[in-house]
């Protein structure tokens, strides 16, 4: 039984005991109940007749509900587009040798595009990333298989593939434009929460902000990699819906959840990434198999994950130090190995998150003012801004790489001094 599964029959036992103590308590009352029914009703009976003359009659009416609302109407047409995405792990059996997959996450995925014979669905890439191979859960309890196309951990966003038979007469959902949406406005979730006992599962509350400044995190490591803007909303969002549509009253995307704050007391606080940002990281995904940001070419590590003797004369305890440069119009501009980022164009870099968030700031062929220590020299380098691609994970494996220590140019390995901690995501900022 999985664990999703087992979670389920827990509370299924919690509900039946509540039922059983009920029960219980009815069984006991009734002998007394039935005494007193049959007393009152003798004496109702008797008054009735005393009163019959003056009693109005009781007639019943009947009532009519129409539960065919908006969102009664989107849900019905949304649903079909809506995919559990189970990512599965590769594990060695200790008695057979033989490898295994076996199910290790369970998330949601949305139909946002059909070309030829390729239906294509959007999900967070914190739902695929580390997986052997990736599943979808159909509305009608199908299970398909699908490939990743590509992911991008700096937004939290994958793309997956799979047949368009799959999604034979459903139409993909429509992107909207979430720069247009009101504070207010009612949405609905559709996702996978607490496993595929609970698929499909649909809650709906509103807008509570536009933009939120919300941490991205690498899954394994978390690692910060950048903060960016993102949805807030009361709409009961639950491990599982992660991937999945954050829909306004017109069945449109708005954004897909990715998070919620899960702390003790609060409650109603989900986040869902914007749809216009992943209208360009899907396009992109789809187009190339990367999605494309803005870089130096550098690989770095935060000033306070270095050690002490490599940092010896410089005047801060915050910032980036370059461990290697790999662009070479990067290297011609003047950066080296060595050197602590302290502050790109007008804002201030204490680590490796300020540094992306000041370079997403900028596009590719863009010039920043770069400020450094070079031990302890002040500098201020003018740096061509490159292209970086985030990996292709077209086989569904995560993309962190964590085997590297400083080498080359930092003069300093796992093999030097014990110092095993990796770059992640190689290629750098």
């Known amino acids: 039984m999985s664990k999703q599964g ?7 036992a919690v509900c039946v005991v509540s039922a059983v103590v009920g029960s219980g308590s009815t069984m006991a009352a009734l002998p007394w109940a039935t005494r007193h029914l049959q007393a009152s009703s003798t004496t109702s009976t008797t008054s009735a007749s005393n009163t019959s003359s003056s009693t109005p009659a009781v007639t019943s009416t009947s009532v009519d509900v129409n539960v065919n609302s908006g969102i009664t109407q989107l849900v019905k047409k949304a649903s079909p587009a809506v995919a559990a995405v189970v990512n599965y792990t590769s594990s060695q059996d200790f008695f057979t040798q033989q ?4 199910e290790s996450d369970i998330g949601t995925g949305v139909l946002i595009e059909k070309s030829g014979d390729t239906a294509y669905l959007v999900t967070n890439n914190h739902v695929v990333e580390g997986g052997s191979k990736v599943s979808l859960v159909l509305e009608s309890g199908k299970h398909v298989s699908a490939e990743v196309v590509g992911t991008d951990p700096y937004t939290d966003l994958a793309v997956l593939k799979t047949s368009a038979t799959n999604f034979s007469g459903v139409e993909p959902l429509p992107l909207a434009n979430s720069d247009n949406i009101e504070v207010g406005e009612p949405v609905v979730a559709i996702g996978t929460p607490m496993g595929l006992d609970f698929a499909d599962s649909v809650t709906s509350g509103i807008v509570s902000a536009k933009s939120r400044e919300m941490p991205v995190q690498e899954p394994e490591s978390e690692q910060t990699l950048d903060y960016q803007s993102v949805i807030q909303t009361d709409a009961a969002i639950n491990p599982g819906n992660s991937g999945g549509p954050l829909l306004n009253i017109e069945g449109q995307i708005i954004g897909i959840t990715s998070s ?8 109603g606080m989900g986040f869902a990434l914007p749809a216009n940002l992943v209208k360009v990281v899907t396009s992109e995904i789809i ?26 004369g410089v005047p ?6 370059v ?52 031990g302890q020299k002040k500098l201020t380098l003018t740096i061509p801004v490159q292209k970086m691609s985030t990996p292709n994970d077209a086989n569904g494996q995560g993309q962190s790489d964590n085997s590297q220590g400083f080498g080359d140019e930092g003069g300093y390995s796992s093999g030097e001094g014990g110092y095993s901690q990796g770059i992640p995501f190689t290629g750098g900022w």
């Open 6 to 12: 087992s979670g389920v029959w827990k509370w299924v």
């Open 99 to 102: 490898s295994q997959d076996q």
């Open 260 to 267: 919620k704050i899960a702390e003790e007391g609060v409650e």
């Open 287 to 312: 187009q190339s198999g990367h999605a494309t940001h803005p870089a130096l070419g550098i690989e770095a590590y935060p000033v306070d994950e270095v050690p002490p003797s490599y940092l010896q």
């Open 316 to 321: 801060t305890n915050s910032g980036v130090y």
């Open 323 to 374: 461990v290697k440069v790999t662009a070479a119009a990067t290297k011609d501009a003047g950066l080296k190995a060595g050197d602590v980022i302290v502050r790109i164009n007008s804002t201030n870099v204490q680590d490796t998150a300020d540094l992306r968030t000041a370079l997403f700031a900028t596009k590719p062929g863009d010039k920043v003012h770069v400020t450094v220590y070079r």
